[in-house]
Every structure is written in C-alpha cells, then in structure tokens.
C-alpha cells in the first residue's frame, strides 16, 4: 500500500467556520421500523477525554438536535435498536439529514463546510471504486492462486490508489486549513514527514478559529512525539515486568553483543500479532547467532494469556509487559496507534527503522549483521 502524504501548498483556504456559535440538526428517516413512530435519537462522539451525548425525541421519522460544540470532530447520530449509524461532520452549523431505516448509513447529509468536503470526497472514492470495481477484483484476489494472476489484481488496485491520492490531495490543498484537513492529519500522522507536519501546525496556530481546538492539541502532541522518534535519535529507556516478574529495562539489551535491538510492539489477543510471530522466530533463529535481539513488549491485560502466546508461538527472545492495555505508557512513548509494531536500535540504542515489514526487516539486518 502506497503511503499517504499532504501535498503543501502556497495558498490556502480557511474553512467557513465560526458564523454560527450553534447547531441544529433536523433529521427525516423513512421505513417501517417502529423506532421511527416513537422513539430516540441519539447523537454522540468517540472521543475518549471529552465523550460528548445527547438525544433526541423521534416523532413520524424525525428529530432535532440543538447545542454547541467547540472542536469540530466526527460524531455518529444512531436511531432506537436500528443497526448501523449515521456519520456527521459536526461543527456549528444547520444540517438537514435525509433517508430511510434499511441503509442508515447512506442517509444525506447536508450543511456544514466540513460536511460537503467529506460527502465530495466519499462521492469520489465510491465512483472510483465501482469504476475499478474493487469488490469483485477483491473477491478473485482471495480466490486467486497465481502470482501472475494476484500481480494484475494489484496493478489495478495501485491504478485505483493514484488516481483516489490525486484527487485526495487536490481536495485538501484546495481547503489546507480546515477541519476537514485537521481530521485527516490526525489520522496520518504517522505516515506524514515531520517537516511537513510541523509546517502544517503552524498553518492551524495562525488561525485564529483554531485556538483550543482539541484535535489541533492533539497533532501538536502527535508531531513532537514523532520529531523524538526519528532515524538517529535515542530511544527513550524504560523499564517492565518480565514473565517472572523481575524488572528489565530497555537499556539492559545495549552492548556489543547486540547489534540490532528490534523492539515488538504485540499483544496475545492481537490476531495479525499471532501470524506474525511465526516469520519472526524464523528470523530471529537466522540472525540472532549474528547479533540480532528481540524485546516484545505486550498490550495483553491478561498475564496468562500473554505467557501462553509466548510459549505457544516459540518465541524465545525477551518479554515484558505492564499488563495495562493501551493504557500503558510505553506504547505511548513510541507513539504505538496499532499493533503489531516495530521499531530497530543499533546496540548503542539509536533508533535505526521503524515500522518494518518482513521484507525490510531482513535486508536492515543484511546490511547491519554483516
């Protein structure tokens, strides 16, 4: 998969925010579903820190919400026991919201600057999707048993790809500062040259509507984790519980002996995690002799099932664990958003790659292991 960056450019334009300290949402769904005769509404955000709920009366189909909100974000407005929800760019702002109970999901939505960016951007994807027609190239892909057969499959979905990237970053070059934008550097922060990023901040701290915006606190956090995390830059030390309890530190791995420290970021419950593992300890078992080290660090909340994921996968390199989930701090550090996850220190604790996969991971320690 091809990697997602902003394309900057010179000129800008501000999203149309702040001309109304309020919104109103007033919804119609059409069906059979007796949540539409009376019932609830209920609209709501998945922010963690600032979980934001409310609900509305549904009479005949329809309902209302009325407040404020202070940082525009995605929220989803569900209806009585009925499956799926519907998405909504929220900001202050009047929506109207129209559709029926067997594709609530598809319902339209109209109002809002940030509301139109996304229903452009999801129009496009979908039109290129049934152009490319992804779900059936999909299927013949799982269904396929070629190489030659699975490589045509991929050069049309890389076709699908360009072409959704070049429309992808026209549409927010064309809205460079807007909420619109904000959203989807937060989720490609990752994936996102911290030069670029910390050019793009820059552009958000200059407009005056995006003073406390809590998504902008948090890819202004995003960038300086990640200015830390670079090629050449030490790794932050740290220190867990080993499967018998004793302490290990990250440190303790440093010296001569060890060459390329990878760090794994994994869990028990972690299902890519688990197929991973099978083509780590092939490696590890090639390049561990020739001064290659593991330390996982696990996302498990369950001691007994971190410790049997050890032992049934074989893997017999170094573990640690809080046991705190994603509420560990250590993931944190290393600005962990999925597992599994990776990252490689020389034996001096440099960091030397991050985020590798199999194929990359080999030829970092054919050239380091020499």
């Not at 070049?166 to 490609?188: A, Y």
């Not at 197929?275 to 001064?291: F, M, R, S």
């Not at 080290?293 to 971190?306: K, N, P, Q, T, Y």
């Amino acid at each position: 998969m091809k990697k997602f960056f902003f394309a900057l450019a010179v000129l800008c334009v501000a999203a149309s925010c702040g001309q109304r300290n309020t919104y109103v949402i007033n919804g119609e769904i059409t069906g059979e579903n007796s949540n539409l005769v009376k019932g609830n509404a209920y609209l709501y955000n998945k922010d963690r820190e600032f979980p934001v709920r409310d609900t509305a009366e549904v009479i005949d189909g329809k309902f209302t919400f009325k407040g404020t909100i202070d940082t525009p974000q995605q929220f989803y407005i569900s209806i009585g026991t009925i499956q799926s929800v519907i998405p909504i760019f929220l900001e202050n702002a009047k929506y109207t919201i129209k559709g029926n109970d067997q594709e609530l999901s598809k319902a339209q939505v109209k109002g809002g600057k940030s509301q139109e960016l996304f229903n452009e951007y999801t129009s496009v994807r979908a039109s290129l999707t049934e152009k490319y027609n992804l779900k059936q190239l999909n299927k013949q892909f799982m269904m396929s048993r070629s190489d030659e057969e699975k490589d045509s499959i991929i050069a049309i979905f890389d076709m699908y790809e360009d072409e959704f990237n070049r429309f992808k970053d026209s549409l927010i070059n064309k809205n460079l500062v807007s909420h619109f934008t904000l959203s989807f550097l937060e989720s490609s922060i990752l994936e996102i040259p911290v030069d670029s990023a910390e050019h793009l901040v820059s552009l958000f701290d200059a407009a005056p509507e995006f003073e406390g915006n809590r998504t902008l606190e948090r890819v202004r956090k995003s960038v300086e984790i990640e200015k830390d995390l670079q090629i050449g830059m030490p790794a932050k030390d740290f220190t867990l519980k080993t499967p018998d309890g004793d302490d290990l530190s990250l440190s303790d791995l440093y010296g001569q002996e060890n060459k390329v420290i990878m760090i794994d970021f994994w869990a028990s419950w972690c299902s890519p995690c688990r197929k991973l593992n099978p083509t780590l300890v092939k490696i590890y078992k090639e390049y561990h002799k020739k001064g290659f080290e593991i330390l996982g660090v696990s996302l498990d909340r369950d001691a007994d099932a971190w410790k049997n994921a050890i032992k049934s996968d074989n893997l017999t390199w170094y573990h640690v664990s809080d046991l705190q989930f994603w509420q560990s701090e250590v993931p944190a550090l290393y600005h962990v958003r999925y597992i599994p996850q990776n990252i490689f220190l020389d034996g001096n604790g440099t960091i030397i790659g991050r985020r590798l996969d199999e194929e990359e991971i080999v030829t970092l320690l054919e050239q380091r292991l020499k």
